[in-house]
């Protein structure tokens, strides 16, 4: 079974830093791209980023370019999402998807607050 177990999302201060975790099961993510999506309410779902961790290529959505970092640990079969700089727009339930396989994570809640 394909499954995406996600971590690491909370309340955090504006101008902080926190780092989401997406660790993947049923198929190995070296070989594929992986994405990180966030949805806040009554809102539509946004792209994030993008990573292939083949060839190392990144793509960030421009509201976040800059601020956040996604990356892979091959040996943990894991898709990080390091948000920094965080602002109140930032505040949504995150998600990991899997493009090739066409599954997405649980959702983690991030909230920017003061």
């Known amino acids: 079974q394909v499954q995406l177990v996600e971590s690491g999302g909370g309340l955090v201060q504006p101008g902080g830093s926190l780092r989401l975790s997406c660790a993947v099961s049923?198929?190995?993510?070296?070989?594929?791209?992986m994405s990180w999506y966030r949805q806040a309410p009554g809102k539509e779902r946004e792209w994030v980023a993008r990573?292939?961790?083949?060839?190392?290529?990144?793509n960030y959505a421009d509201s976040v370019k800059g601020r956040f970092t996604i990356s892979i640990d091959n040996a943990k079969n894991t898709v990080y999402l390091q948000m920094n700089s965080l602002v109140s727009d930032d505040t949504a339930i995150y998600y990991c998807y899997a493009p090739t396989k066409g599954n997405w994570g649980q959702g983690t809640q991030v909230t920017v607050s003061s």
């Open positions: 990573i292939f961790s083949a060839s190392g290529r990144t």
């Open positions: 049923g198929f190995a993510i070296s070989g594929s791209p």
